[in-house]
């Protein structure tokens, strides 16, 4: 049978690309669909800012005319610039259970990375960590949340046989804010904190308000609390506008806790999200023409909350403003009634996160993992 393997160059080629996952998980009740308009603007120098700074490459595999998978490639200059060795990261990857068409993708972008001077490649990862990253190795028969990756369990089987090797893990949890004592902790230091006067927590009408007047300096937190962690590089400038402006569609005020110090600085902030899957696989991640409207309704109802970013400045950590915060979300998680919360990937040596859980009962879920392969 014919392989072949063919970059995205046209629009022909782009709708086989964008449409594949549609097929391949036609029949999954787990996979969460993306965003399309987000999967064709990653091709789109206009709409995606990274196409000027990084070398991308869009994959697709057939056999005998039929797509029978699909990757994308990057060389992200700031991995070098922030210290890391020349590398390829591979994300978008999606792919039939045939070693033969899976080597056939890999050997081309392997092929493709080499000739650039790339030391390895390594992913699932995107340009920067607000893209989906990671293989799903354990938690197949869970839902996905919509910042999550999921894939069939034979990807492990193609990564392990064509020579990839673990890099590292995430975990995900599901929490549930059933523990009244560790609660009522909560509640009593974030009262004690507010009575001190060092740091207020903002009120605002909606989501926008908080991104018109604290979307940057929220980003600006977000990558130094970040900057240390496994495959994280800087967000710059024209990409947090476009993240800030999707944030305000997704986001619901009740699910934003932003702390200010006296001189009405951000001092931390902690980020939900409504568990928007449901709403994904029934539109299969189409806004328009009818989405939308779905989109605004599960964005006011709902009963589980996708766990976003939390940090703290350097100099205000250990003082208790992470129980502040996670009790300002608990008022919102009583009046929505939520079954429970769920975490994003929380990295395997992360101690510090995992240890802000505290004592909420919890059940890991779920674990992803980044790969790596050596092509010198």
Known sequence: MKIEVKEVTNKKIMKLFVKYPDVLYKHDQYYVPTFKADDYDLFNP?????????????????????????????????????????????????TNNDIETFSALFDYLK?????RGCKNLVGPLGFNDTDREGMLIEGFDTRGTFVSLYNYPYY?????????????????????????????KLDTIAKWILKKGDFRVLEFKNSKEVVKQYGYQLFELINKTYSKLYGVVEIEKEIIDILLKKFSQIVSKELIVLVVDKENELAGFALCFPHISPWLQKSKGRLFPFGFLGLLHNLKHYDIVDLGLIGVVDKYKNLGLNALMMSYLGIGFKRHNIKHLETNLMLENNENILSQMGHLPRVNHKKNRSYILPIE
């Not at 092929?111 to 000739?115: C, E, F, M, Q, R």
């Open 111 to 115: 092929s493709w990375a080499l000739k």
């Open 156 to 184: 492990l089987d193609l990564m392990e046989k064509y020579g990839f090797k673990k890099d590292v893990d995430w975990f995900q949890y599901k929490l549930f804010f059933t523990d009244k004592v560790f609660l009522d």
């Open 46 to 94: 206009k709409k995606n800012p990274y196409l000027k700074s990084c070398d991308t490459v869009g994959l697709i595999v057939l056999k005998d005319g039929i797509v029978y998978g699909r990757v994308f490639g990057i060389i992200q200059p700031l991995d070098i610039l922030e210290g890391r060795e020349k590398r390829c990261r591979f994300f978008y990857l999606d």
